[in-house]
């Protein structure tokens, strides 16, 4: 979708929100598949309220973009603009055992900033692409953690009531791989209470999690994580293999020789390729083991 109205191009700048038109979202995926539509960067939270009331305004659908990690884009010219939060230095702020980050800070860059001031409990963690605010909002998870755990607070533009508001802890479900936020829910700011360690001892579970990650995952492809949630006490990656289908591709959408529940593009796939393998492996499986399996890739399918 293209934004060309002047007048609404023009609020963009006065709300400090910078257009970028037709923008390739291959480029800023992990599977680098996705078509093509405007991307407005926000530099100020606070904008927020009255970028959407002008996008709602001028019918123009939109959605939340963290770090494109988790993500499967539809191809072709998209019929949203993208709404994605600039950086702001610092985006990590400690205040004793608490850490005060933005919704748009790196995952790993956090989770290291954190050990090498003495607070752990994220080692799980390090590894997974993307951003704070996108791990937050489906509750990521590795090696027996998972974020929801050290969360007190968070700051979020609510897709309901288009309003900046601030959630306790408490007031927020995190189960496995999905938390009580709204899909169209957009996460600004998190408290993560973290306990004490030394970075040493942090370092060593880092290490220890970097090794099991790098000897069973994929991690040079082009890839989204895992495309599935596991079922209640089995393995999607254990169910695809024995099934035999490392290596079925579809166009160049391919399943991982390595772990059978990561899907890469290796090469041109696009998003039809992709969907076409993930609906043939879950039809397989499910012929199978009579159990059908959910996504846990999200997909922006136009
Ligand atoms: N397995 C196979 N073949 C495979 C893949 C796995 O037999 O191709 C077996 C393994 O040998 C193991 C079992 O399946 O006995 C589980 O595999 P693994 O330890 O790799 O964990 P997983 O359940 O496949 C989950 C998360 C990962 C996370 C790892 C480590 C989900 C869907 N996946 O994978 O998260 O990194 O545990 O904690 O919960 C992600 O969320 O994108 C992701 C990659």
Not at 42 to 64: C, G, M, R, T, V
Not at 131 to 137: K, N, Q, S
Not at 193 to 219: A, D, T, V
Not at 236 to 257: T, Y
Request: hydrophobic share 40%; with cysteine.
């Amino acid at each position: 979708m293209r934004i060309r109205d002047p007048k609404v191009v023009a609020k963009f700048a006065e709300m400090h929100v910078d257009l970028q038109p037709g923008k390739v979202l291959a480029d800023l995926t992990s599977l680098g598949i996705g078509g093509t539509t405007d991307l407005l960067r926000i530099k100020n939270h606070e904008s927020l309220p009255d970028l959407l009331k002008l996008l709602d305004a001028n019918h123009i659908q939109h959605k939340f973009l963290g770090g494109g990690s988790n993500l499967l884009v539809g191809d072709g010219e998209l019929p949203w603009v993208v709404l994605q939060l600039v950086r702001p230095e610092p985006d990590v702020v400690l205040d004793g055992n608490f850490a005060h980050v933005d919704a748009a800070a790196d995952l790993g860059r956090m989770i290291t900033f954190c050990a090498k001031n003495d607070l752990g409990g994220m080692e799980g963690l390090i590894g997974v692409p993307g951003t704070v605010g996108g791990a937050l909002r489906m509750n990521a998870g590795a090696y027996g953690m998972q974020i929801g755990s050290y969360v007190r607070e968070v700051k979020l533009f609510r897709a309901a009531s288009r309003k900046i508001e601030v959630l306790r802890g408490n007031q927020i479900s995190f189960e496995y791989r999905h938390t009580s936020f709204a899909p169209d829910d957009m996460m600004l700011a998190v408290i993560l209470e973290l306990p004490s360690k030394p970075y040493k001892e942090i370092l060593q579970g880092i290490r220890i999690c970097n090794e099991k990650r790098r000897s069973s995952q994929p991690l040079g492809q082009k890839s989204a994580g895992c495309i599935f949630k596991n079922p209640p006490g089995a393995s999607a990656g254990r169910m695809i293999d024995e099934l035999g289908l490392k290596g079925l591709s579809v166009g160049d959408a391919r399943v991982s020789d390595r772990h059978a529940n990561f899907f890469v593009n290796a090469g041109r796939a696009s998003a039809k390729d992709m969907l076409r393998l993930i609906a043939e492996v879950r039809e397989r499986v499910q012929k199978t083991y009579g159990v059908s399996l959910e996504n846990e890739v999200v997909v922006w399918n136009a």
